[in-house]
């Protein structure tokens, strides 16, 4: 799949502000720092589409972006990139905090065209509780997810290979069911294809199944 077009649509405060959901739609999230503004202009071709900033937590809002894209079978296809802040501020206050997770969760919960949520982790540490918490109530939530490691040009593969290893035994403690795995660099730009290629199959199934 090749990224035709990208273009910023709209920032909101909830779901409800959201665009019509008469799209497939696909969000990324993670925790603050993780890579994910960096991670989403690979994927899109456009250097500033995302802001990136050295500020964790500047996501504050659901941000949409509108993709066309085209691939052997379908000829082009629009479809939403959504933007999600990330959980885990540990600079901002408390009752900010709250109010983004409810944010974050009403729109996992009630946005009816979100195909699949990408989950990004940074492949430079060991597991970390906050981002287990995350996916555990994913897994509660019987949300469809696909987990991203960032960042791993930063280590050593051996060493990222054993984080995202270590990562996935501690997932196998609470589920039989384990998530297909990307490894990423934004500065290497791997990964890049395996995820548009996910994302097309995904565009397909849902598009057959409309």
Not at 145 to 159: H, I, N, Q, S
Request: charged share 25%; aromatic share 10%.
């Amino acid at each position: 799949m090749v990224i035709k077009n990208a273009t910023y649509v709209i920032s909101s405060p909830s779901y409800k502000n959201c665009p019509p959901a008469d799209m497939p739609e696909y969000a990324f999230i993670g925790r603050s720092n993780v890579g994910k503004s960096s991670l989403i202009n690979l994927i899109t071709n456009r250097q500033n589409l995302a802001k990136t900033s050295a500020t964790p937590g500047k996501t504050q809002l659901i941000n949409h972006f509108l993709i066309e894209s085209g691939s052997n079978k379908q000829g082009r296809l629009q479809w939403y990139l959504v933007d999600l802040p990330g959980y885990g501020y540990a600079k901002k206050a408390k009752t900010e905090r709250k109010s983004w997770s409810k944010m974050i969760e009403d729109y996992l919960l009630h946005r009816e065209n979100l195909v699949n949520l990408f989950v990004l982790i940074d492949s430079r540490h060991k597991p970390q509780r906050i981002d287990l918490e995350f996916l555990s109530q994913l897994y509660e939530w019987e949300m469809p997810f696909t987990l991203v490691f960032t960042k791993a040009d930063k280590e050593k593969p051996g060493v990222v290979q054993r984080n995202v290893d270590a990562f996935l035994e501690e997932l196998k403690a609470s589920t039989q069911f384990l998530p297909q795995v990307i490894v990423t660099s934004s500065a290497k730009k791997s990964g890049k294809e395996e995820l548009l290629e996910l994302i097309a199959r995904m565009n397909e199934s849902s598009t057959e199944q409309q």
